[in-house]
Nanobody
Framework: QVQLVESGGGLVQPGGSLRLSCAASGNMFSIYVMGWYRQALGKQRELVVS???????NYADSVKGRFTISRDNAKNTVYLQMNSLKPEDTAVYYC?????????????WGQGTQVTVSS
């Protein structure tokens, strides 16, 4: 099992910055990809960015150049640095851990952290 706990959300003005953290525990050896998803009110959950075990990243077009994912393997923590925030970035942000076993996908989710971008 894998447990994920997010922190760092809050209220920020447009153009501001926030850093989200995702602390992971459990059988992290089995996790192939870590990522951040978000879900705005009334919308589907969408991928923001992911980082694979080898370091390859995949950013949504809407956040390229503004958001940066990083990880500290020693602390089993993944970070999301969000700069130049826009009102449309307002959403609940979820940390995700992904593993595969016998070609079956398993997703692990944190509880989510609210990010609100508003003046």
């Amino acid at each position: 099992q894998v447990q994920l706990v997010e922190s760092g959300g809050g209220l920020v003005q447009p153009g501001g910055s926030l850093r989200l953290s995702c602390a992971a525990s459990g059988n992290m050896f089995s996790i192939y990809v870590m990522g951040w998803y978000r879900q705005a009110l009334g919308k589907q959950r969408e991928l923001v960015v992911s980082i694979a075990r080898g370091g390859r990243t995949n950013y949504a077009d809407s956040v390229k150049g503004r958001f940066t994912i990083s990880r500290d393997n020693a602390k089993n923590t993944v970070y999301l640095q969000m700069n130049s925030l826009k009102p449309e970035d307002t959403a609940v942000y979820y940390c995700n851990g992904l593993r595969y076993s016998n070609n079956v996908r398993y997703d692990y989710w944190g509880q989510g952290t609210q990010v609100t971008v508003s003046s």
